[in-house]
């Protein structure tokens, strides 16, 4: 009622004063129609707690300079209300701030409450409290479950009215999500699940919120909730009524990646194809999931074994930087998208074959306003295609757009792009001039060691074995298992010199075993499977031994089928090689203690840094497994992003002046497994299709934003687990040191604001190579240039038998000193009659400083 009132005093004043700017947003089966006008968005997700207030401006920016129009965001209801009915907005979790932002900067806003995200998050961003309370199970139709789900979706609508920021009030809010990709799992939950579908979306819409609310990966999603697609690919989705309009919320332009897994890679040109094909097809609204990935700080990760990165090989890369040229060739893909823009919404498409795998899609209705798309979908070949009597080239698996229905203004395949180079540049610890023992040669280090096994008082003695998860309810991801056997000055084992074998069954995470306060070894789950088995020989002595697993969870479960009664922690413990054979504790008396000392007492946490003795050195420990570090340092120089490069370190955690910066685990994946050198793009994607880093740590720097740094005094705390080299610890600073430029003889080189305007063959510029130096930076060197048929990639071209000598003089003459230049290929600058019968190209690698 309070709303309609609102509303019509909204539409009132708007009509008679211009003043309240209320949007009123509609859909039909074509597109989305904002106060009366069609769009077609170009949207990208930026998961607002996955960086800082401070960085939000600026990737914002970033995106809306790479032609997106809508910022997509989850609602993490975990990070939000931390207990029931305590709720947190500040910080990283700043909601209104974030939408705010998104509004200044003339953006819209889709905003994806769920409260269910999944999202590689932890729990997949539902509280753990909600699973203890008696009778919840998630996501079906269950009473508990929909009173805290409506309660929080409430809570959050209503903040979002009460700050104006539904569309319909004048904000930035233009759709809204309810569940998410709850299609994937309904048969798990029986015959309550379309119930809890139809409430979930009744309820969703008697939040009069004036937007359309959507359902992702939600075939029966009831009207008038739209059903949307996620995919790598979703030209051929079909939304479930004639009326609803096709959206894509999840395009994934890359994929998360798990500790202990190698680095997956999604190719620009693929990511531009699926884009392309969508909007061929009539395609509405798409989304990049990620367009910024970001990190995820503290313990906010999911999987299990999501790794803290959440770089995701987006367009923006965790620091904020733009990727290129990922983020570059998807923004003129979104330039030639917007200049058809027009004609794709004017009439529908008539669909044309041009040879078995290659057909255009003509958006003409006759009135002279006609784009088009030609596409070639063979995985392999390249050919020649005619269309309204003029022949074009499309190579395999790309797409051509025509928005004059003549000249190609971008070709999916064809990347022109700029590149970079970016490095993480070390740079040592810096003690800091704040540090109350300067005068010492280097960084004083502060230790304080763990005891293994039960500190204070113990928690709880049972026989047997208990859930890891039920018993720290995740306000730790630390849980000690501890026993005591006696062992018989008779044991073979003894007299032989040799060790019996510890062997433990977990349902997961990870567990460091110490035997008399001493590691014996480690064992870990990976991504695909969490369960796992440790096995190795101890070092028993006559007499009593005390035993002391530290089990450990790495990020809860963050979807699936009744996902949240996954469990974790020891099943079973047995030693072998004892003169009775086989020793089974696994039902004997364990005593049991919750979390660190050190993280119970908070000694990471600006205020309670003293709460433990530390031992002062200026050689600290190494190899030395659960011991705290503490360290006074000075920020790393300049202003480049920063990363905690963990190589030498073992598995543990790391804070900066009392800001989580999250799980650190420089954790190998197999060397014995297959990566690719070059990925071709050609072909469907699929997350294992380009893996990189066989035998490398899946993540070595650990990003610290530079707003979390003080001018002098920074406390670095970090506590290893299983030990590593402090000393061996630095800030990298990722900098760009060099700029890059491939372009080709057939680089479709138009003018494309000048295309749709009369004659457009004026539009027709030469193509040329561009290059863009970061910020306050300039081209100091050409590293490299050759025209002609110069192979590999930025970083590392060489060039061919076919090259024009002169190519590095004439780029020098247009480009040293400059911060941005472009290279012409005209006769007047190369060579064109270089190895005839070949389209030859230009690469160019320049240095900026
Ligand atoms: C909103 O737009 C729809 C169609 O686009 C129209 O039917 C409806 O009357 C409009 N509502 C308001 C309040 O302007
Ligand atoms: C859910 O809603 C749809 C559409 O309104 C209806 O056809 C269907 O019977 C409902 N299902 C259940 C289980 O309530
Ligand atoms: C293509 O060429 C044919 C024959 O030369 C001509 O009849 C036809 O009008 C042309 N079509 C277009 C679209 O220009
Ligand atoms: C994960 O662990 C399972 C079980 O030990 C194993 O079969 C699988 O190969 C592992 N996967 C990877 C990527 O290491
Ligand atoms: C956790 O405890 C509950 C009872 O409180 C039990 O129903 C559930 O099965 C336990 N979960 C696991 C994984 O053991
Ligand atoms: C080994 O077996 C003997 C005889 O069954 C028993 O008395 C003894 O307690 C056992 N020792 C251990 C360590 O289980």
């Given at each position: 009622m309070k709303l309609f009132h609102f509303l019509f005093l909204c539409f009132f004043t708007n009509t008679l004063f211009n003043f309240c700017s209320a949007a009123n947003v509609t859909y039909d089966a074509r597109s989305l129609i904002i106060d009366g006008q069609r769009k077609l968005l170009i949207s990208a997700s930026i998961h607002y707690p996955r960086s800082v207030p401070g960085m939000w401006p600026g990737l914002v920016q970033t995106a809306k300079e790479g032609g997106v129009d809508v910022i997509e965001s989850y609602v993490f209801w975990n990070g939000h209300e931390p207990s029931p009915g305590k709720y947190n907005f500040e910080g990283r979790y700043d909601l209104v701030k974030f939408v705010k932002i998104v509004q200044q900067a003339g953006m819209y806003m889709m905003l994806?409450?769920?409260?269910?995200?999944?999202?590689?998050?932890n729990y997949g961003g539902i509280p753990v409290w909600l699973h203890y309370v008696p009778g919840t199970v998630f996501r079906s139709d269950n009473e508990p479950f929909k009173y805290y789900m409506k309660k929080f979706l409430t809570f959050i609508v209503d903040l979002m009215k009460k700050e104006k920021l539904f569309a319909s009030q004048g904000?930035?809010?233009?759709l809204a999500q309810v569940e998410n990709e709850y299609g994937y799992y309904e048969s798990y939950y029986g015959e309550g699940a379309k119930r809890y579908v139809n409430w979930s979306a009744a309820m969703a819409v008697s939040q009069n919120i004036g937007v359309p609310w959507i359902m992702c990966?939600?075939?029966?999603?009831?009207?008038p909730v739209i059903n949307t697609c996620n995919s790598f690919y979703c030209d051929a989705f079909k939304p479930n009524s004639p009326n609803k309009p096709k959206i894509w919320t999840e395009n994934w332009p890359g994929w998360f990646k798990t500790f202990g897994a190698r680095d997956p890679h999604r190719p620009a040109e693929d990511v531009a194809f699926s884009v392309a094909r969508f909007f061929q097809k009539g395609g509405s609204v798409q989304n990049y999931y990620m367009y910024h990935g970001g990190t995820n700080f503290g313990r906010t990760s999911g999987g299990p074994f999501i790794t803290t990165s959440y770089d995701y090989e987006a367009p923006i890369d965790e620091y904020g930087l733009p990727r290129l040229p990922k983020w570059g060739h998807l923004k003129e893909l979104h330039r030639a998208i917007k200049l058809s823009e027009h004609a794709l919404l004017k009439s529908g498409p008539t669909t044309l074959s041009l040879g078995p795998l290659q057909e255009a899609d003509v958006y003409d209705?006759?009135?002279?306003?006609c784009a088009a798309f030609l596409s070639n979908t063979d995985d392999k070949t390249d050919v020649n295609v005619v269309f309204r009597n003029v022949s074009y080239h499309l190579p395999a698996w790309s797409v051509s757009i025509l928005p004059d229905c003549k000249n190609v203004v971008y070709n999916t395949a064809k990347v022109g792009s700029h590149a970079s180079v970016v490095k993480m540049v070390p740079e040592e610890l810096q003690p800091s001039v704040a540090s109350p023992t300067r005068g010492l040669k280097g960084l004083k280090w502060d230790i304080y060691l763990e005891k293994a096994g039960i500190w204070g008082v113990a928690d709880f003695t049972k026989n047997g074995f208990v859930d890891h998860i039920n018993t720290t309810k995740d306000t730790t991801d630390y849980l000690w298992y501890t026993t005591s056997i006696t062992v018989g000055e008779n044991e073979e084992f003894l007299k032989k010199g040799s060790r019996p074998v510890l062997l433990i069954e977990s349902k997961g995470h990870a567990l460091h075993a110490f035997v008399n306060q001493k590691l014996q070894g480690s064992a870990s789950g990976n991504g695909s499977h969490s369960p796992f088995t440790f096995k190795s020989p101890i070092s028993l002595k006559a007499g009593k031994n005390e035993i002391a697993l530290l089990s450990m969870t790495v990020g809860l479960q963050n979807a699936g089928g009744l996902y949240e009664w996954v469990g974790a922690g020891l099943t079973s413990v047995k030693i072998e090689g004892l003169n009775n054979g086989t020793l089974d504790l696994s039902m004997s008396s364990w005593t049991y203690k919750i979390g660190l000392q050190g993280e119970h007492l908070g000694i990471y946490k600006p205020g309670n840094l003293n709460g433990v003795k530390w031992v002062s050195t200026s050689e600290p420990p190494k190899n030395q497994p659960l011991t705290w570090y503490k360290v006074v340092v000075d920020p790393p120089s300049g202003d480049e992003p920063v990363g905690l490069d963990m190589v030498h370190m073992g598995k543990g955690l790391a804070w900066l002046n009392g800001e989580e910066i999250g799980r650190y685990w420089p954790i190998k994946s197999s060397k014995n497994l297959e990566c690719v050198?070059?990925?071709?793009?050609?072909g469907k994607f699929f997350p294992d299709k380009c893996l990189t880093g066989c035998g490398e740590p899946s993540q070595r720097w650990y990003h610290v934003p530079r707003s979390w740094f003080k001018p002098t005094g920074n406390v670095l705390v970090i506590f290893e687990e299983k030990g590593g080299d402090p000393t061996k610890i630095t800030f990298s600073k990722r900098k760009t040191s060099g700029v890059c430029s491939l372009i080709t003889e057939d680089y479709p080189a138009f003018d494309q604001e000048s295309i749709l305007k009369e004659g457009s063959e004026n539009g027709k510029t030469r193509p040329n190579a561009h290059l863009k130096c970061p910020k306050?930076?300039?081209?100091?060197?050409?590293?490299f240039a050759s025209f002609g048929n110069p192979t590999g990639k930025c970083g590392s071209y060489s060039a061919s038998d076919c090259h024009d000598p002169s190519s590095t003089f004439v780029v020098e003459k247009v480009c040293l000193g400059k911060s941005e230049c472009s290279v012409e290929l005209t006769e007047e600058n190369f060579d064109k009659s270089l190895c005839p019968g070949t389209t030859k190209k230009l690469a160019i690698e320049a240095v900026c400083s």
């Open positions: 994806r409450i769920g409260p269910f995200v999944a999202a590689e998050w904000g930035p809010i233009i990966a939600q075939d029966d999603a009831p009207d209705d006759g009135s002279g306003v050198q070059e990925c071709d793009y050609r306050d930076t300039r081209i100091s060197n050409i590293k």
